[in-house]
């Protein structure tokens, strides 16, 4: 089991490690020199010099992007180009909305998928079955930000029960801000709890072929009790590895989610910083979201091979 | 385990296949006939709600919709499609050559660029790609290729690997033939409707990200006409004139539904055994 660690957590550093040289070389560069970029053409040699010298530009790629990657170990972020303040800070205010609005639509997405899911698997070909599967094959086909669109719609502009859009801040109460990331974190979870419901209801089919759940049932197990205790629990295995997909969807997804409710968090930043050209701002959201992807990656698949030990022997 | 009869095969099928003809009859119609012309503008009509004249209503410039959509058809389907090929050409190769010496060092090689790209959501790397180069078409066709090469490479060893241990290869290998030639003749005829099925999907999934990539202004720019940002243009208006937004979802809807229904009846059709293995 420590090998097995050991040796994701080389894999893990250095996919870290190749993915923040893609970052730096596509972002630092391949544009040019942001200084002409952020004082225009018109801007004289000795401005741009001292722009340069400030950014820490005029040294060369390989140390600037070993100040950057130390920077980001030490927590120090850079400077935003912009507005010429700390991007960590930047970067943490809009953290405190995009990251409970993942974790939020995830939770939406787990309460709704495993009753359809479990339900589903139980009473395969019913009419319930269909049903659920009819509604997550519209639920995968529906854009997300449309979806949140008709929300906007109907739960907002026509019944007022929602704000339409925009965040009070946490310090207006937590009801309040869980309140108006409300309607965004359903529709992040509509797409999700679908595919959910799905591979756990597909999951669970296979298991309960399985020669151990008749013996359940044979030695006296109702089949409500041979699924909750033996079939759900073999069942988890891909349902856990789709979670953990899934919260890296739901960062990014949340990226445009809050495009549509006017939600300063880490998605209106970037476009923010796309627009003004402040790349340092893109590349460390960027570099922080892979970062996310590639641990949440990392856990789940460490958490398995601790469950099963069959798994450290395989590759994924 | 019930075998699936032919005929729940079908039921996707014949549904997916009329949405998926119905989508690419009206991209091919729209170069020769519209109901109006899409750069028509016509401000007495504006926000006009459906009706004989305009069947899906007017946009806030008195642009036909239902032409629009027409029209917009075409970049869905040639974004996503060029993605698809960009993620086939490249991605099946590779997978070939990573199951026929998997284990060795261009094996690992493959599939760990693949996790690599697996870290960046297609999203990411588009904001990347038109952080520098600016948004467009052809910089959203290259961000959903890239996401979709590790699935074909994935796709196509995983495939691939299951058929190197069968007899017939062996066999092959017996005549002469060398390993690109068993792989090209032989392995790649076997898979091709494992990848004909994903490119269904990978399609489909193409649609859903050109859409969201135009809302957020980086996909394809006006006066290019595009469903996403259709979407993107009657957000502020959705109070005032909701059928702006209805129709280009719905539009979007029901083409992901069709080509979804088509991927699965295809995978029920041509080989059962394949069911249930799509997540």
């Given at each position: 089991m420590l090998r097995y660690f050991l040796l994701r957590l080389g894999s893990l550093i250095a996919t870290l490690v190749v993915a923040s040289l893609v970052i730096f070389f596509?972002?630092?560069?391949?544009?040019?020199?942001?200084?002409?970029?952020?004082?225009?053409?018109?801007?004289?040699?000795?401005?741009?010099?001292?722009?340069?010298?400030?950014?820490?530009?005029?040294?060369?790629?390989?140390?600037?992007?070993?100040?950057w990657i130390s920077g980001l170990v030490t927590g120090d972020f850079g400077t935003s180009y912009t507005y010429r303040t700390p991007v960590a800070g930047m970067i943490s205010d809009r953290l405190w909305i995009s990251l409970p609005l993942a974790i939020y639509a995830l939770l939406i997405s787990i309460v709704i998928a495993f009753p359809a899911g479990v339900f589903s698997a139980a009473r395969r070909g019913s009419g319930f079955d269909t049903g659920i599967m009819g509604a997550t094959q519209l639920g995968i086909a529906i854009p997300n930000f449309w979806f949140a669109m008709m929300l906007v719609f109907f739960f907002a502009i026509k019944l007022h029960w929602f704000s339409a859009g925009g965040f009070p801040g946490w310090d207006q109460g937590v009801l309040n801000g869980l309140k108006s990331l409300t309607l965004p974190a359903i529709a992040l979870a509509l797409p999700q709890a679908s595919i959910l419901a799905r591979v756990l209801r597909s999951s669970l089919l296979d298991v309960l072929n399985e020669d151990y759940l008749r013996t359940a049932r044979a030695k006296g197990l109702t089949r409500k009790q041979a699924i909750i205790r033996h079939a759900l629990r073999n069942a988890m295995i891909p349902v856990l590895t789709i979670i953990g997909l899934q919260f890296s969807f739901l960062l990014a997804g949340a990226i445009i989610i809050e495009n549509v409710f006017f939600l300063p968090g880490l998605g209106r930043l970037v476009f923010q910083s796309i627009a003004q050209r402040d790349l340092i701002v893109v590349e460390s959201v960027l570099m922080l979201l892979v970062f996310a992807v590639v641990m949440v990656t990392f856990a789940v698949d460490v958490m398995y091979a601790w469950v099963d030990p069959r798994m450290r022997g395989r590759r994924k | 385990m019930t075998k699936p009869s032919n005929t729940t095969g079908?039921?996707?099928?014949?549904?997916?296949?009329?949405?998926?003809a119905l989508f690419f009859l009206a991209a091919v119609l729209s170069y020769l006939w519209t109901p109006y012309e899409v750069d028509s503008i016509d401000i007495k009509n504006r926000m006009a709600l459906p009706n004989m004249q305009h069947w899906f209503g007017t946009d806030h410039f008195g642009r036909d919709i239902f032409s629009m959509l027409m029209v917009g058809a075409r970049t869905s389907i040639a974004v996503a499609f060029i993605a698809v090929g960009i993620g086939v050409i490249v991605g099946v190769p590779l997978g070939l050559c990573a199951a026929a010496w998997q284990g060795r060092w261009l094996d690992e090689l493959i599939m760990r660029s693949n996790d690599l790209i697996f870290a960046f959501p297609a999203l990411l790397i588009a904001i990347m790609i038109t952080a520098v180069f600016g948004p467009g078409a052809v910089n959203a066709i290259i961000a959903i290729g890239i996401f979709n090469i590790p699935v074909f490479a994935r796709l196509t060893r995983s495939g691939a690997m299951a058929l190197w241990a069968?007899?017939?290869?062996?066999?092959?290998?017996?005549?002469?033939?060398?390993?690109?030639?068993?792989?090209?003749?032989?392995?790649?005829?076997?898979?091709?409707?494992?990848?004909i099925v994903q490119a269904t999907i990978q399609f489909s999934l193409g649609i859903l990200a050109e859409a969201a990539l135009s809302y957020v202004g980086l996909g394809a720019q006006p006066p290019v006409p595009s469903w996403g940002r259709m979407l993107a243009d009657s957000q502020t208006l959705i109070s005032i004139a909701p059928h702006l937004?209805?129709?280009?979802?719905?539009?979007?809807?029901?083409?992901?539904?069709?080509?979804?229904?088509?991927g699965d009846g295809l995978r029920d059709w041509m080989d059962p055994q394949l069911r249930r293995q799509r997540s």
């Open positions: 596509v972002l630092e560069v391949v544009p040019g020199d942001p200084a002409s970029y952020m004082l225009g053409i018109n801007a004289s040699e000795e401005t741009l010099q001292a722009l340069r010298q400030e950014l820490g530009l005029n040294l060369s790629p390989p140390l600037r992007y070993l100040s | 079908f039921k996707k099928l014949l549904p997916g296949l009329i949405l998926v069968r007899e017939y290869i062996l066999a092959a290998r017996v005549a002469g033939k060398n390993t690109v030639q068993i792989s090209v003749e032989h392995i790649l005829p076997n898979i091709l409707n494992l990848l937004a209805l129709f280009p979802g719905l539009v979007i809807v029901l083409t992901v539904l069709g080509l979804n229904l088509l």
